[in-house]
């Protein structure tokens, strides 16, 4: 790729110069007292001194780029650019004999008094020397404006790329996490299935039925990181209704969810992994029946996740004590991924007995929704 060019164009050079050469004349007529006849005749005819270095920058960019100031080697450059100087004072000096003779032609004047070409009488040495030297200055400065804006361009360009690289890292390993949760879970279902079907094969069929409507609704978004938390109830339910067949009755699940949190974003295979957790870890020893409660609340930016269970409670009170398993073990490493340091999940043990898990998210909307004003709803509870 070119690198692109942004040294001053003709047009700009050009007015610079006129400026250059206006601000001169005004100065010197001021400091002398001169008066004139043909304010537009002097002023071109002063401003022939400066015409030849209008057609002389372009050349002098080149030159104090191929032999920059202020890099390393700058005194051997600075030698070439002055051996320079002189032919290219001298060719200013020769254009400017030219521009005044035409403008001289142009009013039918005297053009400049001057017998000879070389050599150049020494006010015109020190006239053309300054203006060279200011020319090789301006140079300078702008190649250095011009490395300073281009290093800025890739310092920005690199960061760009280094967060796109980070942003693609991180949905690679969001990924490897999700495939690592989906072969457990259903490799959890089969080996239930597989123990259902001796004593009860049509229960087992059905099971079988229902474990294809979880994995059509857990393919249904593809691999995408997020998906809308009422997508995620529907999963988690299709799930539920999985084990039902296997607990023959004796499992009640309940869902409390504020209506306002259906189109609020959350990590996909959230809630399938704790609910799953619960029944096996946390309504282990019971006979009877046990009951699980998903809730979703907001509270102030923030969405709440519990899922509560009325088992016999985890051996340590303490999430970082407990030995977790491959579906907790795979959320709590995409959270940390996805949201790190704004999020928490904590697992405790509850006085009346049971476990609860509470998972607190940054509170995100679905992009095709739009945020609903905070106010008090009252949970709207659904049971299977």
Same mark, same amino acid.
Request: neutral net charge.
């Given at each position: +790729?070119?690198?692109?060019?942004? !040294? ?7 007015? %610079?110069? &006129? ?8 100065? !010197? ?15 071109? /005819?002063?401003?022939?001194?400066? !015409? ?23 005194? *051997? ?11 290219? =004072?001298?060719?200013? !000096? ?30 015109? %040495?020190?006239?053309? &020397? ?10 300078? %400065?702008?190649? *250095? ?9 890739? @310092?920005?360009?690199? #960061? ?20 690592r949760l989906n072969p457990h879970f259903l490799f959890n279902s089969l ?10 094969? /049509?229960?087992?069929? &059905?099971?079988? #039925? ?7 609704? #857990? ?5 995408? #990181?997020?998906?809308?938390?009422? @997508?995620?109830?529907?999963?988690? *339910? ?39 957790? @619960? +029944? ?13 409660? %998903? ?13 509560? /269970? ?19 073990? =795979? ?38 929704? *739009? ?14």
């Open positions: +790729m070119r690198k692109p060019n942004h !040294y001053p164009g003709h047009t700009t050079l050009f007015v %610079v110069w &006129q400026l250059l050469a206006v601000v001169s004349y005004v100065r !010197y007529a001021i400091e002398a007292g001169a008066t004139t006849n043909n304010l537009v005749r002097d002023l071109l /005819d002063w401003s022939t001194c400066y !015409y030849p270095w209008f057609l002389l920058t372009p050349l002098l960019f080149r030159l104090e780029r191929r032999f920059p100031l202020g890099e390393a080697g700058w005194a *051997k450059n600075l030698i070439v650019l002055a051996t320079i100087s002189l032919p290219m =004072s001298w060719l200013a !000096y020769a254009t400017t004999i030219v521009f005044d003779s035409g403008v001289s032609f142009a009013f039918h004047r005297s053009p400049l008094a001057t017998d000879k070409l070389w050599p150049m009488p020494l006010r015109e %040495v020190v006239l053309e &020397q300054a203006l060279y030297w200011t020319t090789v200055g301006a140079a300078c %400065v702008i190649r *250095k404006l011009i490395e300073l804006r281009e290093k800025e361009r890739l @310092a920005a360009q690199l #960061a760009l790329e280094k967060l796109e690289i980070e942003a693609s890292l991180r949905r690679s390993e969001l990924e490897m996490l999700r495939m080996q239930n299935i597989s123990a259902l079907a001796r004593r009860d094969p /049509d229960a087992a069929s &059905q099971m079988l #039925a229902r474990l294809g409507d979880v994995l059509r609704a #857990a393919l249904r978004k593809g691999g995408e #990181a997020q998906t809308t938390l009422a @997508a995620e109830i529907a999963l988690t *339910k299709a799930y539920i209704a999985v084990e039902q067949i296997r607990f023959a009755g004796r499992l009640s699940v309940l869902f409390e969810i504020e209506p306002e949190l259906e189109s609020a974003e959350v990590p996909g295979f959230l809630l399938q992994p704790l609910v799953e957790n @619960a +029944m096996t870890h946390g309504l282990r020893g019971i006979e009877l029946g046990g009951t699980i409660w %998903v809730r979703g609340i907001r509270e102030n930016s923030s969405l709440v996740l519990t899922v509560r /269970d009325n088992g016999s409670g985890p051996s340590a009170e303490s999430i970082a004590n407990l030995e977790m398993g491959i579906g907790l073990g =795979s959320t709590c490493e995409r959270l940390d991924r996805m949201y790190p340091g704004h999020h928490s999940l904590s697992l405790q043990r509850l006085p009346e007995g049971g476990t609860e898990v509470r998972i607190v998210l940054p509170l995100e909307w679905d992009s095709d929704s *739009k945020e609903k004003p905070p106010h008090e709803l009252s949970p709207v509870t659904h049971r299977r």
